[in-house]
T-cell receptor, first 112, second 112 residues
Framework: DSGVTQTPKHLITATGQRVTLRCSPRSGDLSVYWYQQSLDQGLQFLIQYYNGEERAKGNILERFSAQQFPDLHSELNLSSLELGDSALYFC???????????FGQGTRLTVV | AQSVAQPEDQVNVAEGNPLTVKCTYSVSGNPYLFWYVQYPNRGLQFLLKYITGDNLVKGSYGFEAEFNKSQTSFHLKKPSALVSDSALYFCAVTNRDDKIIFGKGTRLHILP
């Protein structure tokens, strides 16, 4: 158990809908990362927060947004969902930037 | 911009033989390098890291990796492979102030 908790584990939703994925980092970790894993794209970096502030942004679509709250948990919001958004979404946390990140079990999103 | 290349999509090794999974990277500044392993339907598990110091770093489950600055490589190795080592392996890089970027992954098959 990495200590990173993601909910829900599975999510099935229809095209055009909006969903929120939740991540609780390891106790004491200030940095939270979001990644998307699909079969043909590997592990794609979406966004990173550090102590509540956006730190780095990857190839995150404008339909996607995220935030990190004062208690350090983070949410990833995906809207206007398309079939191609179906993937595993991972959250990871680390003590600070530049150290190893620990991953949650992921949320498997299926858009139908 | 940071990047990681894992040139082999798949590596097959007979049980008991040594294994190598290759990784090369590009990053500005000093690299922080990591290896992760992913088993089916699981999140990524941290194996080992290179920050500074000895070029040969040892990690979990008998794995080690060799940092080569001149070749910008960080290959994962194990002297004697086990069937249970079969999994998806990811190399990752950061320069401390930036996001962690992952390679596309290499699927390791250990043949009994």
């Amino acid at each position: 158990d990495s200590g990173v908790t993601q909910t829900p584990k599975h999510l099935i939703t229809a095209t055009g809908q909006r969903v929120t994925l939740r991540c609780s980092p390891r106790s004491g970790d200030l940095s939270v990362y979001w990644y998307q894993q699909s079969l043909d794209q590997g592990l794609q970096f979406l966004i990173q927060y550090y102590n509540g502030e956006e730190r780095a942004k990857g190839n995150i679509l404008e339909r996607f947004s995220a935030q990190q709250f004062p208690d350090l948990h983070s949410e990833l919001n995906l809207s206007s969902l398309e079939l191609g958004d179906s993937a595993l979404y991972f959250c990871a946390s680390s003590t600070w930037t530049g150290t190893e990140a620990f991953f949650g079990q992921g949320t498997r999103l299926t858009v139908v | 911009a940071q990047s990681v290349a894992q040139p082999e999509d798949q590596v097959n090794v007979a049980e008991g033989n040594p294994l190598t999974v290759k990784c090369t990277y590009s990053v500005s500044g000093n690299p922080y390098l990591f290896w992760y392993v992913q088993y089916p339907n699981r999140g990524l598990q941290f194996l080992l890291k290179y920050i500074t110091g000895d070029n040969l770093v040892k990690g979990s489950y008998g794995f080690e990796a060799e940092f080569n600055k001149s070749q910008t490589s960080f290959h994962l190795k194990k002297p004697s492979a086990l069937v249970s080592d079969s999994a998806l392996y990811f190399c990752a890089v950061t320069n401390r102030d930036d996001k962690i970027i992952f390679g596309k992954g290499t699927r390791l098959h250990i043949l009994p």
